[in-house]
């Protein structure tokens, strides 16, 4: 039997996001598309097409992925490889099949699956130093760099901050990662001073009001975006920002209209709702039969949580902007189809666990 609470909490983030997306968003369409349901109509296909993953993924046995969780990897390292080769876009994160998508959407996935592989063959040796810590930082940091070099910094940190959760999860010695973690720092500190793109995004972070008509527009909108909002908000479609004013409302700043309408209390609310599928989450990985599907409930759930921290940080500038999207919320069918496709597999581990 499914976890219930934990598919309730998946509805409720998905159609809190639906009705969020249609109010953020449809402003921008009508502007770009002249069609005010352009972003909305492709999020309800994706929504058709991943919920239907979610099922099929819920009903396979989770230990069925396990063997082509390697096959898996390989094929997201090639594409991350093709995306730099032949990507679109002027960041050159998108390759284009007849329809576009994220890479780097697959490799979160793939990542967690091999990494939940290779620590459950390895749980008695992850106390050493090499089995414990450089393999698997290997492992996540070889995506990792394929994705820092496509410019896509959120989705490198991202990657990277999923290993990490994972490898403590899986027992490693918290000592030995103070050696990958220094090394990351400086190699994170060298490139914010010296990749010309992310010291503009920390100068624009430490004063967005020195270029309010420049790069620190969208800061500025933002932040003036939620502070609006006040307690209870202007009211469901009432956004005054979304009228061209805030950049990418129905995106990467798809919050800050949600606190401009629903006010603190509903942003409130929408943390709690992903609070509590963290902690659905984590009751589901507590009580896995197996190390392969705890990991695989941590890795998943532990993504949409660090996620939504991310993006909120972002929106409320309390780091700089990476351009990371809001699970559940934001338009983009790549995102979201793998997201369903990963919740799908949390409840397939959730039919097999001990009981409450």
């Not at 499914?2 to 409720?12: E, Q």
């Not at 058709?48 to 046995?61: H, K, N, Q, R, V």
């Not at 820092?148 to 910094?153: G, I, S, Y």
């Amino acid at each position: 039997m499914f976890d219930i609470p934990f598919l309730v909490g998946v509805f409720a983030l998905l159609f809190t996001g639906l009705a969020m997306l249609f109010s953020a968003g449809y402003a921008d369409a009508l502007n770009r598309y002249g069609d005010s349901y352009h972003y909305i109509k492709s999020q309800l296909f994706a929504v058709l097409i991943g919920l239907t993953a979610m099922l099929i993924a819920s009903f396979i046995s989770y230990k069925f992925y396990r063997r082509f969780a390697w096959f898996f990897y390989g094929v997201c390292v090639v594409l991350l490889i093709a995306v730099l080769i032949f990507g679109k876009g002027e960041q050159k994160r998108w390759l284009n099949i007849g329809f576009q998508f994220q890479p780097s959407e697959l490799a979160k996935v793939a990542v967690v699956m091999a990494l939940a592989d290779y620590i459950a063959r390895n749980r008695d040796n992850m106390k050493q130093f090499v089995k414990g810590i450089v393999i698997p930082c290997i492992i996540w940091g070889v995506p990792c760099l394929l994705v820092a070099v496509e410019t896509h910094l959120s989705g490198a940190i991202l990657i990277a901050s999923i290993g990490i959760v994972m490898m403590i999860a899986g027992g490693c010695r918290l000592v030995f990662l103070a050696v990958p973690a220094a090394g990351a720092g400086v190699l994170g500190t060298i490139l914010a001073f010296s990749v010309p793109y992310m010291k503009a995004r920390i100068d624009t972070w430490l004063n967005p009001e020195t270029d309010l008509l420049g790069d620190g527009w969208q800061v500025y909108q933002s932040l003036t975006t939620i502070g609006s909002g006040g307690l209870f908000g202007f009211g469901y479609g009432k956004s005054r920002q979304k009228y061209l004013y805030m950049s990418e409302p129905q995106n990467d700043f798809i919050f800050s209209i949600l606190c401009e309408e629903l006010g603190f209390v509903g942003a409130a609310l929408t943390v709690v709702l992903f609070l509590l599928l963290f902690l659905r989450g984590m009751s589901i990985a507590v009580r896995a039969r197996d190390k392969f599907g705890a990991l695989l409930a941590v890795g998943f759930v532990v993504q949409v949580v660090l996620q939504a921290v991310l993006n909120i940080a972002v929106v409320t500038n309390t780091i700089p902007n990476t351009g990371i999207s809001l699970p559940f919320f934001s338009s983009g069918g790549t995102s979201l189809l793998m997201l369903l496709g990963e919740m799908g597999i949390v409840l397939s581990v959730s039919r097999q666990t001990d009981a409450v």
